[in-house]
């Protein structure tokens, strides 16, 4: 479950970033307002300051607090992104992420999935300031896992959301059902069981997993 940012941030005992990266506070406007408001680099120096938050944005600007992820879903979040990091290294196509990377999507909205690959060929493609802050692109590979606080519909309207900019391939993991989707650019989802094994396909060639190893 997310929660939609209305008031004030969250109180931080970090050291505020450089005055001219925050967003000024006009008179009669909300917090809610200025916050929804901010650029690219006002959102992301933000975030910053914010060190023990997690936050998405939408494509309109508001901005969502992500709860953090409890023993149990560490582990098997950690669990999946080793096993494709490995995979990664060993096959040198592309970069892997863990959930605290934020991708700023082609439609403007900053979302942060449990573990996302990258092509080399894309990340190559931008420069070091981009690859600092918020890389300004949609994973070719994306997971989202259901912990305790989501809901399906919500995780499957983000899926789409990231299919909708460029995503080639992702894996929606629902632990406490034994089930994952599997959602292709094609427009295709197939529903498995946490009995199966799923393939990278084309575009992690080589890649499976064993999704028991989540149980």
């Not at 992301?44 to 992820?69: H, N, S, V, Y």
């Not at 992104?81 to 999507?105: I, M, Y």
């Not at 994306?142 to 990231?162: C, P, W």
Request: glycine share 8%; hydrophobic share 40%.
């Amino acid at each position: 479950m997310t929660a939609t940012i209305h008031a004030a941030a969250p109180e931080t005992s970090a050291a505020p970033v450089v005055a001219s990266e925050t967003p000024a506070i006009k008179p009669h406007t909300s917090v809610a307002d200025v916050l929804k408001g901010m650029s690219e680099d006002e959102f992301f120096a933000w975030c910053q300051q914010q060190r023990d938050q997690k936050f998405e944005r939408r494509a309109d600007g508001t901005i969502e607090l992500m709860p953090l992820t409890g023993g149990e879903s560490g582990r098997r979040n950690s669990r999946l992104t080793s096993r494709l990091d490995r995979w990664a290294e060993d096959t040198g196509l592309g970069v892997v992420f863990d959930s605290s990377t934020g991708f700023r999507l082609p439609n403007g909205a900053v979302r942060s999935p449990d573990a996302a690959w990258v092509s080399t060929a894309a990340w190559q493609a931008l420069t070091d300031e981009q690859r600092r802050k918020h890389p300004p692109l949609c994973p070719d590979f994306a997971v989202g896992r259901l912990s305790e606080t989501d809901t399906i519909n919500d995780l499957v309207l983000k899926m789409q959301e990231y299919l909708s900019n460029g995503l080639r391939l992702g894996w929606l993991l629902d632990p406490k059902t034994g089930q994952a989707r599997v959602f292709r650019a094609n427009g295709s989802v197939e529903v498995k069981t946490f009995d199966e094994t799923l393939s990278g396909e084309d575009v992690l060639p080589g890649f499976t997993f064993a999704l028991n190893a989540l149980r």
